[in-house]
T-cell receptor, first 114, second 112 residues
Framework: DTAVSQTPKYLVTQMGNDKSIKCEQN?????MYWYKQDSKKFLKIMFS???????INETVPNRFSPKSPDKAHLNLHINSLELGDSAVYFC?????????????FGPGTRLTVL | KQEVTQIPAALSVPEGENLVLNCSFT??????LQWFRQDPGKGLTSLLL?????REQTSGRLNASLDKSSGRSTLYIAASQPGDSATYLC???????????FGTGTLLAVQP
């Protein structure tokens, strides 16, 4: 299937641990994004990569580090996890970074930090 | 700084009613506006995308309008069904980076 996929779907971990979330898109898009949906269901952009280059880095703690090994993958690594990191993380992609192209979202990764 | 607001925050209607969800944004310099649906515990499903040069888009029982100058969009759902129950989110893009700025969402419940 052509889609944006994320692994894992659920992630439960202890405070202080380091974890990664992976995202892959097979839509041939150049641009990928990470969004965070907090406990109040509010969605906010975190990062964006265009063809492996970081183009958006919102005010996110530097414990969060995105990595794009190629334009089809954008992973999110989180160090020293805190309770407040518990949220749903969505990956998305679009054909290019500008011009208001439609974004396609993955199913989300629900992270719970205990 | 772009801010997107959705009214109402929650809405409950009986099956068969037509309804309107509202979205407003503070900066009219947008490229497009997207309406999404989110079911509980699920991801985002794109419903309609309206480019800044367009006034409306239709898909089945859904019709979205855009008035960029006034910073408003509406999502009209005709003949609502229980399966329409979900959270509806609007989001706008602007600037060179295409990042989506989301509204606060409207939780819709359609009662059978």
């Amino acid at each position: 299937d052509t889609a944006v996929s994320q692994t894992p779907k659920y992630l439960v971990t202890q405070m202080g641990n380091d974890k990664s979330i992976k995202c892959e898109q097979n839509l041939g898009h150049d641009t990928m994004y990470w969004y965070k949906q907090d406990s109040k269901k509010f969605l906010k952009i975190m990062f964006s990569y265009n063809n492996k280059e970081l183009i958006i880095n919102e005010t996110v703690p530097n414990r969060f580090s995105p990595k794009s090994p190629d334009k089809a993958h954008l992973n999110l690594h989180i160090n020293s996890l805190e309770l407040g990191d518990s949220a749903v993380y969505f990956c998305a992609s679009s054909p290019i970074s500008g011009g208001g192209y439609e974004q396609f979202f993955g199913p989300g990764t629900r992270l719970t930090v205990l | 700084k772009q801010e997107v607001t959705q009214i109402p925050a929650a809405l409950s209607v009986p099956e068969g009613e037509n309804l309107v969800l509202n979205c407003s944004f503070t900066d009219s310099a947008i490229y497009n506006l997207q309406w999404f649906r989110q079911d509980p515990g699920k991801g985002l499903t794109s419903l309609l995308l309206i480019q800044s040069s367009q006034r409306e888009q239709t898909s089945g029982r859904l019709n979205a309008s855009l008035d960029k100058s006034s910073g408003r969009s509406t999502l009209y759902i005709a003949a609502s069904q229980p399966g329409d129950s979900a959270t509806y989110l609007c989001a706008v893009t602007g600037g060179a980076t295409n990042k989506l700025i989301f509204g606060t969402g409207t939780l819709l419940a359609v009662q059978p």
